[in-house]
């Protein structure tokens, strides 16, 4: 069964840092592409980062851009969106999911087949 898991999530303050992780499994993760996404109180779902199947490329959001990290690690079946100067309006939950074309990385949250149940952070002082 695919199953993908997030964890991670708190609540820091301003300028702080956290790391996300999303725990795979059910599936080869070499041959998915895997993004994350969040989605704020009142707002539609929006993609954050994204990386396609054996890490070959990237993708970034404009508002993530430098300050965010996606990286996996496939012998562990784990995907992690490193995460600093965290501003307030990256409060969301959290969440990671799996694209069966690998191919390419794509932030759309249509392309996107399996879903976690999502990791809340908050971001305040």
């Known amino acids: 069964q695919l199953q993908l898991v997030e964890s991670g999530g708190g609540l820091v303050q301003p300028g702080g840092s956290l790391k996300l992780s999303c725990a795979v499994s059910g599936f080869a993760l070499g041959s998915y592409a895997i993004g994350w996404f969040r989605q704020a109180p009142g707002k539609e779902r929006e993609g954050v980062s994204c990386?396609?199947?054996?890490?070959?490329?990237?993708n970034y959001a404009d508002s993530v851009k430098g300050r965010f990290t996606i990286s996996i690690d496939g012998a562990s079946y784990m995907v992690y969106l490193q995460m600093n100067s965290l501003k307030p309006e990256d409060t969301a939950i959290y969440y990671c999911?799996?694209?069966?074309?690998?191919?390419?990385?794509?932030?759309?949250?249509?392309?996107?087949?399996?879903w976690g149940q999502g990791t809340q952070v908050t971001v305040s002082s």
């Open positions: 990386i396609s199947s054996k890490g070959g490329s990237t």
């Open positions: 999911a799996a694209d069966r074309d690998g191919r390419m990385c794509r932030l759309t949250t249509y392309e996107y087949d399996f």
